[in-house]
């Protein structure tokens, strides 16, 4: 599974891989992260041990410096990270997008979990486009994108890449 999706959302073209919920043009943020699998958070907790004893028995000792991050809704682990570590939740890149849609003609054009949660995006066309020889057309998109597992800061760019799994993630960032 090169290309990571565990869950997505669409409007328009199926993405090569064929997953994803397609939704109609114009859905609003609430459908998004449901539809896209970003309808969680990020939780956080201290990070303990355990210590062979020399007496016998095991201990619990704690790791301070440090904390597991695990999302909501399955408890799964995603990452141990510094105590400075600051979350950035799911929702949070949606919600970036709220007034580009509602005010400034941008459309939501995919979003998705990658990696069980480790990586998130989401992609919005900004109604530019242009038509190259041959009729081919490159369409302008902004692109957020994170991940909690150390792998990705977050990032907000503008790609010609519609990013639709991880291939096209690191496509577009290395771009």
Not at 150 to 170: D, E, K, P, Y
Request: proline fraction near 4%.
């Amino acid at each position: 599974m090169a290309h990571e999706v565990q869950t997505m959302a669409y409007v328009g073209e199926t993405p090569w891989h064929g997953l994803g919920n397609e939704l109609t043009p114009n859905q609003p943020i609430e459908v998004w992260a449901e539809q896209a699998g970003m309808d969680w958070t990020i939780e956080s907790s201290d990070v303990s041990y355990y210590a062979n004893h020399a007496a016998g028995g095991k201990l619990i000792m704690p790791f301070p410096d440090n904390k597991v991050l695990y999302r909501s809704d399955t408890l799964e682990p995603l990452s141990v990270v510094s105590q400075r570590y600051q979350e950035v939740q799911p929702r949070e890149i949606l919600e970036f997008y709220r007034d580009l849609t509602e005010q400034a003609d941008f459309e939501l054009e995919t979003a998705g979990v990658l990696k069980g949660g480790r990586k998130f995006w989401a992609l919005a066309k900004t109604g530019q486009s242009t038509a190259l020889k041959g009729k081919d057309v490159s369409n302008g998109y902004i692109l957020l994108a994170t991940a909690c597992d150390g792998t990705l800061a977050t990032t907000a760019q503008f790609t010609s890449i519609r990013v639709v799994c991880n291939n096209t993630l690191a496509i577009s960032l290395a771009g």
